[in-house]
């Protein structure tokens, strides 16, 4: 009896805690949280209420405590909470508040309650879905950062031979080349301020810039968006019910069950039985 009525009261906390309500509940507390977290920046504001700001945060602290202990009892078994990783990020975000609560880590608190702001990807399924999609994408992007390496080091030498004389503050070393070709790439003045000024002295110096860009902007940039779109798409055709993913994990039909296939035979041996009566009664 004991048990039965513990496992209502689980029954009963997991449908407060998946009830939509309660999800948007947890929403508004995490936004109130990220709106404290951003007046907090304010010194004016801060400094002539530091004492309702650390009451606001500690109370935020609790609910979301809270939270998570209803999530915990909700989980069947209860260590299963544990399995999901977006769960261990929102209990870790959370006990990490109770831990560094002190005079000593003013600079840790306000870091973690900016963190929590995140918790808003984890109670958002949908973002929480592209998030794991983004996630997917991180093996296949391996071989595009290998490939991208290669291409910077390639340009960063040849820049380094060909303008370090020209243009030390840009291609002074091989450091400063590699963080001159970061700036090309993400094409931030990179034909005002790089290239012309070099071009001056070098005529030449624009096919090393526009190959540079053509390679590294246009080509690499459109494989790691390519890949990403390619999983997010993939991602989402997970989410639909009629893909086959969830074709093969149906249960089989009912005529690979041997109990069926024995009422199936009955019910047509008991068909021929009575077909053959009729004919019977026919030929009389």
Not at 20 to 36: D, Q
Not at 95 to 122: C, D, E
Not at 213 to 229: A, D, E, R, S, Y
Request: proline residues 4%.
């Amino acid at each position: 009896m004991n048990s039965e009525a513990v496992d209502r009261f689980r029954n009963n906390i997991a449908r407060l805690v998946e009830h939509r309500a309660f999800i948007n509940t947890v929403m508004i507390f995490i936004l109130i949280n990220a709106a404290i977290v951003g007046i907090e920046t304010f010194p004016a504001i801060y400094e002539n209420n530091s004492s309702l700001f650390y009451l606001a945060d500690r109370m935020l602290l609790w609910i979301f405590t809270i939270e998570i202990v209803l999530r915990l009892i909700a989980a069947k078994p209860m260590l299963g909470f544990f399995k999901s990783s977006w769960n261990w990020f929102d209990f870790l975000i959370v006990f990490a508040g109770h831990v560094f609560a002190g005079a000593h880590f003013v600079t840790v608190l306000r870091i973690l309650r900016v963190l929590r702001v995140l918790r808003a990807v984890s109670i958002i399924p949908s973002l929480r879905r592209l998030v794991d999609a983004l996630l997917l994408t991180i093996p296949a992007l391996g071989n595009i950062m290998i490939l991208m390496s290669i291409i910077f080091y390639i340009y960063a030498v040849i820049g380094t031979m060909l303008y370090q004389e020209i243009a030390p503050e840009y291609f002074g070393n091989l450091q400063l080349s590699l963080l001159t070709l970061f700036q090309v790439v993400t094409l931030e003045s990179w034909a005002s301020a790089v290239m012309r000024p070099i071009f001056e002295q070098s005529p030449m110096a624009w096919i090393y810039f526009v190959s540079f860009v053509l390679v590294g902007t246009f080509v690499i940039f459109n494989l790691f968006i390519g890949v990403i779109v390619n999983n997010v798409e993939k991602a989402s055709e997970m989410e639909l019910p009629g893909n086959d993913t969830d074709l093969e994990k149906k249960e089989p039909t009912p005529f690979t069950n041997e109990n069926q296939i024995d009422d199936l035979q009955r019910e047509v041996q008991e068909l021929k039985e009575l077909l053959l009566e009729e004919k019977r009664e026919r030929i009389k």
